[in-house]
């Protein structure tokens, strides 16, 4: 069973970064759709970004585009998500999951392994 630990949330001004990491073990992180998820208060999760495991595409939400990087290290079995230009409505408890099997990223519901998320908090 793949297992997922998220690390690199924390409290940061905005319009700082963080970099949020993803550690796979159990399987190779190579052979996954891996997915970062969001969660705020009050608030349902909601997707934010994923890697394909068949052609590493990279597919943002509208409200991270082009301030949001994923990526993934093999040799580390670990998937990054390079958080710029943080916003305060970006605060929430943000998660990675991962999915085996499907071609390109598929909903959340499909998604079998989480992590227990890391917080980031943007303060204004």
């Known amino acids: 069973e793949v297992k997922l630990v998220e690390s690199g949330g924390g409290l940061v001004q905005a319009g700082g970064s963080l970099r949020l990491s993803c550690a796979v073990s159990?399987?190779?992180?190579?052979?996954?759709?891996v997915a970062w998820f969001r969660q705020a208060p009050g608030k349902e999760r909601e997707d934010v970004s994923c890697?394909?495991?068949?052609?590493?595409?990279?597919y943002y939400s509208d409200s991270v585009k082009g301030r949001f990087t994923v990526s993934s290290d093999n040799a580390k079995n670990t998937v990054y998500l390079q958080m710029n230009h943080l916003k305060p409505e970006d605060t929430a408890v943000y998660y990675c999951?991962?999915?085996?099997?499907?071609?390109?990223?598929?909903?959340?519901?499909?998604?079998?392994?989480w992590g227990r998320g890391t917080q980031v908090t943007v303060s204004s």
């Open positions: 159990g399987d190779s992180a190579d052979a996954y759709n």
């Open positions: 890697i394909t495991v068949s052609d590493k595409r990279e």
């Open positions: 999951a991962a999915e085996r099997g499907m071609l390109g990223c598929p909903p959340e519901t499909f998604f079998t392994s």
